[in-house]
């Protein structure tokens, strides 16, 4: 089963607007990442943010983390229409194995 | 798609046949990765690797089987057991689950 779970998960917005996403997860995890996946695509690294860690950047993007909620959420500032593509969480820890459990994904569009 | 290759991009097999996806990775990280991605489901595990010669079940091993005789590869065996093997494919390697997963670019499988 997965433990992330994206909402919404289907955006449509105009270019040069923000998207923003978010995922719940239901045990406690070491960290949460983010990943995006153009379509028929393999998944490209975003971020990572540990549990220990509120808030992250890394160029337009900017993540959060909730663990009291668990519950993280990404935005995209000032999209591009390179930007469409599907969003996907992955947490850690889930079985206490070492593996990631994937969410169902966030498809955005951006339109020009 | 960084140092890890999938191959074929696409394959077709008949109903009843056997056939396997190759991984390779030259980013000389200890773990790799299976997993299956259907439509609006995301990516679900199938099975995964620490270490060479060993691996272990993700959530839907039923049907498919792999081997890690190298560090550097990870081929997924498709078995005629599989129920519904037509899906998406992706392959990845990690230095471990706390850390970044690099994708491959995928195998479209079609069986009829």
């Known amino acids: 089963s997965q433990q992330g779970e994206e909402d919404p998960q289907a955006l449509s917005i105009q270019e040069g607007e923000n998207a923003t996403m978010n995922c719940s997860y239901k045990t406690s995890i070491n960290n949460l990442q983010w990943y995006r996946q153009n379509s028929g695509r393999g998944l490209v690294h975003l971020i990572l943010i540990r549990s220990n860690e509120r808030e992250k950047h890394s160029g337009r993007l900017r993540v959060t983390l909730d663990t009291s909620k668990k519950s993280s959420s990404l935005l995209i500032t000032a999209s591009r229409a390179a930007d469409t593509a599907s969003y996907f969480c992955a947490t850690d820890n889930f079985y206490g194995n070492n593996r990631l459990a994937f969410g169902k994904g966030n498809q955005v569009v951006v339109i020009p | 798609d960084g140092g890890i290759t999938q191959s074929p991009k696409y394959l077709f097999r008949k109903e009843g046949q056997n056939v396997t996806l190759s991984c390779e990775q030259n980013?000389?990280?200890?773990?790799m990765y299976w997993y299956r991605q259907d439509p609006g489901q995301g990516l679900r595990l199938i099975y995964y690797s620490q270490i060479v010669n060993d691996f272990q079940k993700g959530d839907i091993a039923e049907g498919y089987s792999v081997s890690r005789e190298k560090k550097e590869s990870f081929p997924l065996t498709v078995t005629s057991a599989q129920k519904n093997p037509t899906a998406f494919y992706l392959c990845?390697?990690?230095?471990?689950?706390?850390?970044?997963?690099?994708f491959g670019p995928g195998t479209r499988l079609t069986v009829t």
């Open positions: 980013l000389n990280h200890d773990a």
């Open positions: 990845a390697s990690g230095a471990g689950v706390s850390y970044e997963q690099y």
